[in-house]
């Protein structure tokens, strides 16, 4: 533990000792089990905000940022909780004196709220999560034409008497896959699986390029059509 987490828990602990006391000397005529039902309660209260500073709600490591997307739930549920627990206990002792079981039923139920609360942020935070997993999901396919493409290059740069109509044409293709967006469909994969296959068969055969000089030109031809129907597959 550092020292910076030490700090913290020792000022989580000083926080409530004074909590503690002052609802001890400002006790008045307050039976002991509601007194205690009360310093519970303001506990309660005084930890949802600290604990932040604990564990802080947003993991910056958390490339998906899920958890802000749940921020405001929380901080609504959190807030709402708060005020309604405090004017359960000032109406609960000093307006209508109520008994401690009919408070301790109440602020069970305020609780249960705040519970609540939290779990709906945890959904909002669980939906953000699975859409941006789901976004890289449709990214990887483009992601791969790309590598694709840039290991053809490379092999282009590596290989000579290429004729420059076939690199432009390539290069053309490079150029191009910017346009493409992400797609979650079974056919946007399977182009996408199609268009690697292809490029690695150009790849594979520029080695000759002469005696595959038809072949190459066919593969060109049908990446050409693969990616007019890959662009034209759009998620909704």
């Given at each position: 533990?550092?020292?910076?987490?030490?700090?913290?828990?020792?000022?989580?602990?000083?926080?409530?000792?004074?909590?503690?006391?002052?609802?001890?000397?400002f006790?008045?005529?307050i039976?002991?089990?509601?007194?205690?039902?009360?310093?519970?309660?303001?506990?309660?209260?005084?930890?949802?905000?600290?604990?932040?500073?604990?564990?802080?709600?947003?993991?910056?490591?958390?490339?998906?940022?899920?958890?802000?997307?749940?921020?405001?739930?929380?901080?609504?549920?959190?807030?709402?909780?708060?005020?309604?627990?405090?004017?359960?206990?000032?109406?609960?002792?000093?307006?209508?004196?109520?008994?401690?079981?009919?408070?301790?039923?109440?602020?069970?139920?305020?609780f249960?709220?705040?519970?609540?609360?939290?779990?709906?942020?945890?959904?909002?935070?669980?939906?953000?999560?699975?859409v941006?997993?789901?976004?890289?999901?449709n990214?990887?396919?483009?992601?791969?034409?790309?590598a694709?493409?840039?290991?053809?290059?490379?092999?282009?740069?590596?290989?000579?008497?290429?004729p420059?109509?076939?690199?432009?044409?390539?290069?053309?293709?490079?150029?191009?896959?910017r346009?493409?967006?992400?797609?979650?469909?079974?056919?946007?994969?399977?182009?996408?699986?199609?268009?690697?296959?292809?490029?690695n068969?150009?790849?594979?055969?520029?080695?000759?390029?002469?005696?595959?000089?038809?072949r190459?030109?066919?593969?060109?031809?049908?990446?050409?059509?693969?990616?007019?129907?890959?662009?034209?597959?759009?998620?909704?």
């Amino acid at each position: 533990m550092n020292t910076k987490n030490i700090f913290s828990w020792l000022l989580l602990l000083f926080g409530e000792a004074i909590i503690i006391t002052a609802f001890i000397l400002f006790r008045g005529s307050i039976a002991n089990d509601i007194l205690t039902l009360n310093i519970v309660v303001a506990s309660v209260i005084y930890c949802s905000f600290f604990i932040d500073i604990l564990v802080p709600w947003i993991n910056f490591q958390d490339k998906s940022h899920s958890r802000a997307g749940s921020l405001g739930i929380r901080w609504f549920a959190t807030w709402l909780y708060a005020a309604s627990a405090v004017i359960a206990m000032i109406c609960g002792n000093f307006i209508f004196n109520l008994a401690f079981t009919t408070q301790l039923i109440i602020h069970c139920i305020l609780f249960f709220l705040f519970l609540l609360g939290l779990l709906a942020a945890f959904h909002s935070s669980d939906k953000v999560r699975e859409v941006y997993e789901q976004e890289m999901a449709n990214r990887n396919g483009i992601n791969e034409m790309k590598a694709a493409v840039r290991k053809l290059k490379d092999k282009i740069n590596d290989t000579n008497d290429l004729p420059e109509n076939f690199i432009s044409r390539i290069n053309t293709f490079e150029n191009n896959l910017r346009f493409i967006s992400p797609a979650n469909s079974q056919e946007a994969y399977e182009l996408e699986d199609s268009f690697v296959a292809t490029i690695n068969d150009i790849s594979f055969a520029i080695a000759n390029f002469s005696m595959n000089e038809e072949r190459i030109e066919s593969n060109l031809k049908k990446l050409e059509r693969i990616y007019q129907n890959r662009k034209n597959i759009y998620s909704n």
